[in-house]
């Protein structure tokens, strides 16, 4: 069989620089790597030296897409390292705050990242020229969220009101009360969503993943819980160092993450649908229900659906905050910085992220440790690719490229702020 290399250049539906070689030979995979080539951007040696107040402001600039999910972690793990808990008003005014990143994330996702691959468009633009009010629906549920974020977060992207122990700033009621109507919109909106997504066609692909994601004692999770897994994990997140580990790769120069001992696992939608279910909202559950899913999923290809269902939830639960919201009597709660190592996950929309911070008596960060989801999706991107490929070897090349761009898709990677291209190469000898 004779060697073929395919190049996709700028493949402009997915954020940062990769590229994917695959190797054939006698009909079989036999090598699979996800390249990440961009230069390390250092922000966890940019956070030594730092003061504690510092921090939630510069992680926020890792990503303009989900600069919340990066304060949310950061103010948790510092809080936890100084023995701070914020009030039952603030910790809601938080998971509001994550109902608007969920909201303008997943909709940016389904409609202008993913659903293309399905219906066999190049991107939006050229898929909005036959479903124009597909698309001008999902740029206003995204516009809601975006309107959630500017008012609790005091902007849409890189949000300025979010500190350790609280919030700079916090909104009246009076000044959430307008979101109302709009989230009530929102919310049949993402109804409509999961349908259309349900109409898709799906490839027959189903993975036996250990999901991971948090657990928490009454909520779908945002920012608290323990961590857990469809395999008996079940720690707190103190506990995060000793189960999983980051690897270094030749191919790659971002860092890969297993469960120490077993290998890769899966973090984002499916992962927290699996594991959470039970936490979806009734109204969210019957979307599930309508769009043909149960409480479990394994095909990361409907994870496009689990991503409506979210987001028919993130406005479902944005309503349900403002409808009881009272303003705190304080938007920051008292605390002394204090020497220490403090720990936190919260679910950024495409997964898990884990930031670890140690500090000196002075608040000062001695040192940061962050490990963002797609860190830790990359060996099951990598395996889901063998998997895929492996039955479709003799697949026509241009399909084949296709395909494997989609698999990758799945996982809404996030490589780096930036948007470039990936390139694929496939050998076979």
């Given at each position: 069989m004779?060697?073929?290399?395919i190049?996709?250049?700028?493949l402009?539906?997915?954020e940062?620089?990769g590229?994917?070689t695959?190797?054939?030979?006698?009909?079989?995979?036999t090598?699979v790597k996800f390249?990440i080539?961009e230069p390390p951007?250092?922000f966890?040696?940019?956070?030594r030296?730092?003061?504690y107040?510092?921090?939630?402001d510069?992680?926020a600039r890792?990503?303009g897409?989900c600069?919340?999910?990066?304060q949310m972690?950061?103010?948790?793990?510092?809080?936890?390292a100084?023995?701070?808990t914020?009030?039952?008003e603030?910790?809601?005014?938080?998971?509001?705050?994550?109902?608007g990143e969920?909201?303008e994330?997943?909709?940016?996702?389904?409609?202008?990242?993913?659903a293309?691959?399905?219906?066999?468009?190049?991107?939006?633009?050229?898929?909005?020229?036959d479903?124009?009010?597909?698309v001008?629906?999902a740029?206003r549920?995204k516009?809601?969220?975006?309107?959630l974020?500017a008012l609790?977060g005091?902007?849409?992207?890189h949000?300025v009101?979010?500190r350790?122990?609280?919030?700079?700033?916090?909104?009246?009621k009076a000044e959430?009360?307008?979101?109302?109507e709009k989230?009530k919109?929102a919310r049949?909106a993402a109804i409509?969503?999961v349908m259309?997504?349900a109409?898709?066609p799906?490839?027959d692909?189903?993975r036996?993943?250990?999901?991971?994601?948090?657990?928490h004692?009454?909520?779908y999770?945002f920012?608290?819980?323990?961590l857990?897994s469809?395999?008996?994990?079940?720690i707190?997140?103190?506990?995060y160092?000793?189960?999983?580990e980051?690897?270094?790769?030749?191919h790659?120069?971002?860092?890969?993450s297993?469960?120490?001992?077993r290998g890769?696992?899966l973090?984002g939608?499916?992962a927290?649908?699996?594991?959470?279910y039970d936490?979806?909202?009734?109204?969210?559950?019957?979307a599930?229900a309508?769009a043909?899913?149960?409480?479990?999923c394994?095909?990361?290809f409907?994870?496009?659906?689990v991503r409506?269902?979210?987001?028919v939830?993130?406005?479902?639960?944005a309503l349900?905050?403002?409808?009881?919201?009272?303003?705190?009597?304080?938007?920051?709660?008292d605390f002394?910085p204090?020497p220490?190592v403090?720990y936190?996950c919260?679910e950024?929309?495409?997964g898990t992220?884990?930031?670890r911070y140690?500090?000196?008596p002075?608040?000062?960060v001695?040192?940061?440790?962050i490990?963002?989801?797609?860190?830790?999706n990359?060996?099951?991107?990598?395996?889901?690719?063998?998997a895929?490929?492996?039955p479709?070897?003799?697949t026509?090349?241009d399909?084949?490229?296709?395909?494997?761009?989609?698999?990758?898709r799945?996982?809404?990677?996030?490589?780096?702020?930036?948007t470039h291209f990936?390139?694929?190469?496939?050998?076979?000898?």
């Open positions: 004779s060697s073929r290399t190049k996709v250049d700028m402009a539906r997915v940062g620089e590229g994917l695959v190797k054939v030979k006698d009909g079989k995979v090598d390249t080539f951007r250092f966890e040696a940019f956070l030296g730092r003061s107040d510092e921090v939630v510069i992680v890792i990503c897409i600069p919340v999910a990066y972690s950061a103010a948790h793990a510092i809080e936890d100084f023995g701070v914020v009030s039952e603030l910790r809601q005014l938080r998971r509001l705050l994550y109902c969920w909201i994330s997943h909709m940016l996702h389904v409609f202008f990242l993913h293309p691959d399905f219906l066999g468009y190049q991107d939006a633009i050229a898929m909005a020229r479903h124009l009010p597909v001008q629906r740029l549920i516009k809601t969220g975006n309107d974020v609790v005091g902007r849409e992207i949000p009101s979010v350790v122990g609280g919030f700079y700033k916090v909104p009246t959430l009360a307008p979101l109302g989230l919109w049949d409509e969503a259309f997504t109409g898709l799906f490839p692909f189903e036996d993943y250990e999901y991971v994601a948090l657990r004692s009454h909520d999770p920012n608290q819980g323990r857990a469809n395999r008996g994990l079940d707190s997140i103190r506990e160092d000793q189960n999983f980051e690897q270094h790769v030749a790659s120069t971002a860092l890969h297993i469960r120490t001992g890769p696992y973090v939608p499916l927290r649908y699996n594991l959470n936490r979806l909202s009734p109204i969210a559950r019957e599930a309508r043909g899913l149960g409480p479990t394994h095909n990361p409907k994870s496009i659906i409506a269902v979210e987001t939830y993130a406005a479902d639960e349900r905050i403002i409808e009881s919201y009272e303003k705190p009597a304080k938007a920051v709660v002394r204090a220490g403090g936190a919260t950024a929309p495409r992220l884990f930031h140690r500090i000196n002075r608040g000062q001695l040192d940061a440790k490990v963002p989801p797609t860190s830790q990359l060996k099951m991107m990598e395996a889901d690719l063998r895929f490929v492996t479709r070897i003799e026509p090349v399909a084949l490229t296709w395909q494997c761009e989609q698999v990758l799945n996982y809404d990677p996030c490589i780096s702020c930036a990936l390139r694929l190469n496939v050998e076979r000898e």
